[in-house]
Structure formats: C-alpha cells, structure tokens
C-alpha cells in the first residue's frame, strides 16, 4: 500500500519535470532571446549579396532572433529603384534595414529621410553622413591601390591597364578604381578606363588584348567575365580584381586571374545585421571597424587564412 502511494506521488512528479524541461530547452528557444526583429536587406542588383555575406547576415540572424526580407531594384544598380523600396519599407514600419547603396548622391535625400523614421544600416558604401546609423565595408581606397600596386609587378612602365567601370554611381567601388588609377598613373603606368556591363566590353572600345597588359576588375560580377573572356582569347592581358567567389577562386588556380584582393565578406555581413539590430533595439552601436581583406595569387591561396577568405563556411 505504500508503494503505491509513493508510484502515485512520483510519477506525476517526474512527468511534470519533463514537460518543464521541454519547455524550457525546447529547440530553437531561449529565456534570454530578445523578440523577433524583423529587417529588411536591400541590394543593389540580384546577385550583390554573395554566397559569404548571406551567410554571415543569416548566422547573425539565428544568433540575435531577426528574420531577413531579401528586396531588390528590377534593374541591376537602380540607385531610384532602391530608393522607392527604402521609401516603402520605411512607411510601411520597417524596425531595421540595410541597404547596399548603387548611387549615394541619388540616395542621400532618401536615406536621410529614413535613418530618421528605422534604424539604418549600409554596407559597401558609407552614407554615415547622410544619417545611417553605421556603414560596413572594407576600406575602398585601401583596397584599389593595393589592386594598382599588383598590377604594377605584371606591367612594365608606360605600359597599359584597363580599369573596368562596372558599377556606375557614387559608391564604394568607384572609390575602389578611382585609387587605383592615381596609383598607376603616378607610377607611369596608362590608364584607360571601360565602360562594362553584363554584355562585356563597351562596343566604343577595341578588344582588351589590342590595349591593355592587366585588366583590373572592381568587383565580383566583372572579375568572373573578365576571367572567362581570358580563358577563351589568346594574348590576353594579366587580370587582377576584387572578389572571392568559387568561379574567382577556380580563375585563380587555373591562372586565369593574376591576383586578388579578397575582403573578410562573413563578417561584413554579421556586423551589418549585428548593428542594425541593436540600433533596432535602443541598445549602443560604436563604430564599426573597416572589414579586412587580403591580397592574394596562385601560390598563397591554400594558406590556411586565405583559405577561409575564399571558401567560407559555417
């Protein structure tokens, strides 16, 4: 009988402490985890979040509870296409967003409109002076006068070096080959700059090979087709760019690319989604360091630190 009575004491005991511990440990729960922010990402053109920097957004995202809305401009690089979404979305009561600016001239009146209404956050292209919260971004000139300073190993002097023009605008990736071009010419190097769209080379323009000894691309998009226009062309010059895509990182091993500053793309975007988040929620946001980035060739890119710079995983 007394048996019994303690089965009949104890066991509802222990069931009631194993839905409790469910409860409490229940997967994807936290007693600690803020509510649900949700943040809207506006790019610049379709394929401007590379595969790295959604990675580092969506582990920030798991990490500080925050759900991201992808948006984009129907035409690659709309800086008024980009502000009509901003627009959009700060009325419609958007807690946070971060934007990848095409044109900040274009954007400035409606980034400042905006910054005062959600908290906003821009990567690539600082508009901290326009109102953003914080920008998140490798530093551009630093970055292009390393690409000249590569470039001037593979061309000898009065030679010839293309400059890709391939995102037009204001932004981080002019100031990328502005640098760049003061670097060379003040080294005696030429200095042509190329119209580029998704089509290839400006049609006003003769082939690269007729022109140029290195081609320097500015970013991802341009520097995968110039490489793919040097695989199939004989007498090509030198490529060199930014970027660190898998199709960059296969250019780079079969030589089709020369050399490549590669940026820490992971962490740009945690902290992009970090910062706006805790602006979001009234907690402090400092400044943001400049995102780190590595000149590398053939022969260093299986160095263990370049190696998480071209193939990132979680």
């Known amino acids: ?15 009631l402490s194993a839905i409790f511990f469910l409860l409490a440990f229940a997967p994807g729960q936290s007693r600690n985890q803020p509510p649900l922010l949700e943040m809207s990402v506006i790019l610049r053109k379709a394929d ?20 991201l809305r992808f948006l984009m401009p129907s035409a690659d690089n709309c800086a008024q296409e980009q502000a009509q979404l901003l627009q959009r979305e700060t009325e419609s009561g958007a807690a946070a967003i971060l934007l990848i600016p095409a044109d900040r001239a274009a954007l400035a009146e409606t980034v400042a409109a905006a910054a005062e209404k959600t908290a906003l956050v821009t990567l ?37 070096v293309l400059l890709l023009d391939s995102v037009p605008g204001d932004n981080g990736i002019r100031e990328r080959m502005e640098a760049a071009a003061a670097l060379l010419k003040e080294k ?40 793919e226009i040097e695989r199939s062309s004989q007498g090509f010059p030198l490529v060199y760019g930014a970027g660190s895509t898998s199709a960059i990182a296969a250019g780079l091993e079969r030589g089709r690319i020369t050399a490549i500053a590669a940026e820490n793309v992971f962490s740009a975007g945690y902290l992009a989604v970090e910062a706006a988040a805790a ?36």
């Open 188 to 227: 005696g190097r030429m200095v042509r700059i190329c119209q580029w769209t998704e089509a290839g080379w400006d049609d006003r323009n003769p082939p690269p090979e007729e022109q140029a000894d290195a081609v320097l691309a500015f970013e991802e998009a341009a520097l995968e087709q110039a490489a």
């Open 279 to 314: 602006a979001a929620r009234h907690e402090a946001v400092g400044k943001v360091p400049a995102i780190s980035f590595s000149m590398i060739r053939k022969e260093s890119m299986y160095e263990e630190e370049n190696q998480k710079l071209l193939f990132p995983v979680l």
């Open 1 to 15: 009988m007394r048996k019994k009575w303690i089965l009949q004491l104890v066991l509802p005991l222990l069931g």
């Open 48 to 67: 401007s979040a590379s595969f790295a920097l959604r990675q580092g957004m969506e582990q920030a995202a798991a990490d500080l509870n925050v759900e």
């Open 124 to 160: 690539e292209s600082d508009m901290t002076e326009q109102g953003a919260i914080a920008s998140v971004s490798v530093d551009h000139a630093a970055l292009g006068r390393a690409l000249g300073q590569a470039a001037l190993r593979g061309v000898p002097d009065g030679g010839t």
